[in-house]
């Protein structure tokens, strides 16, 4: 006998609480061969799926579903379907099956970030040359050395962003994977900031006070203009000083690979699709 599913309108209840939406539908399943009674639950996809949306609540989404009554020996069963959404009613910005999806509170902010650099900063802030240092013995020009490279603590804004939501698995793996990583797509999406390596991961940390049935979880990314890149200078090898200032030139871009005349643009992180974490 083939299962065949009936919502029961009369049942279906829907209410707002002072945390949010709170809904639970009800089905009607028979067909269901004994003893296999609930076995179909792990096996097909209805009456819904966990982290399904609700289809006429927005932003609730399915958090729990299981047996509500067995009829007779069991050919028909009362399905229970219980729906929240962020704020209350069972898992608040639950992100569903594996972790994934669901709204994120957003955060947005700025920090000043000191960092050692062999290049200065012009007066609009945006990165100059690299720094060549000469040196004349004595004051000697006919004997001087080759300028060497040298190297400035600058202080540097960088914008941040951070995502909080609850989650239903733990943070561990994502926190190994994407933790100080840089964004390989265009991300955040429907932003102008979001050139590929201008965006790194710098924690995914989370918590749980409900024994591990949920986990707060905060993602927080850095912003830098200039790419998370650095150039390297050579350096010859056997003076330790770099060639002379008429003979370097800069990369003509800052991504890696870019090549100047003794300068390089070397990669320093990895690249992450963080498209994948669902938080926007």
């Known amino acids: 006998m083939a299962i065949t599913v ?16 709170v809904a639970s539908d009800f089905y009607l399943v028979s067909g269901i061969a004994a003893p296999d009674k609930c076995s179909y639950l792990a096996t097909i996809n209805v009456p819904a ?21 067995i009829h007779g020996t069991g050919e028909k069963v009362t399905v229970r379907v219980d729906y929240g959404r962020p704020g209350g009613g069972g898992t608040p910005n639950d992100a569903g099956p594996g972790g994934v999806g669901g709204a994120a509170v957003l955060q947005t902010g700025s920090q000043v970030e000191s960092v050692t650099s062999n290049k200065f900063i012009n007066e609009d802030g945006t990165l100059g040359g690299i720094i060549l240092v000469d040196f004349k013995p004595d004051g000697n020009t006919a004997s001087h050395h ?14 941040t962003i951070s995502y909080t939501r609850k989650e239903s698995s733990r943070p ?7 933790t100080g990583f840089t964004n390989s797509k265009p991300w955040p999406p ?4 979001n050139d590929p ?19 707060t979880v905060t993602y927080e990314f850095m912003f830098k203009e200039e790419g998370h890149h650095q150039t390297v200078v050579f350096v010859d090898p056997v003076t330790g000083w770099t060639p ?5 030139t800069d990369p003509p871009n800052n991504k890696p690979g870019a090549a ?8 320093v992180a990895g690249k992450r699709d963080f498209n994948e974490l669902k938080l926007t």
Request: hydrophobic share 30%; charged share 25%; glycine share 14%.
């Open 260 to 267: 100047g005349n003794g300068t390089l643009v070397v990669r």
């Open 244 to 248: 002379t200032a008429r003979e370097v």
């Open 172 to 178: 561990l793996d994502k926190a190994i994977k994407f």
């Open 6 to 21: 009936k919502k029961i309108v009369e049942a279906t209840t829907a209410a707002e609480t002072e945390n949010g939406w």
């Open 49 to 69: 799926a966990i982290g399904q949306p609700h289809n006429f609540i927005p932003g609730t989404n399915c958090i729990s579903r299981g047996v509500h009554e």
């Open 146 to 159: 080759s300028p060497g490279v040298g190297e400035v603590t600058v202080a540097r804004p960088r914008g």
């Open 190 to 193: 429907n932003t102008f900031h």
């Open 197 to 215: 390596e201008k965006w790194m991961c710098t924690g995914i940390e989370g918590g749980t006070d409900d024994g591990g049935e949920t986990y």
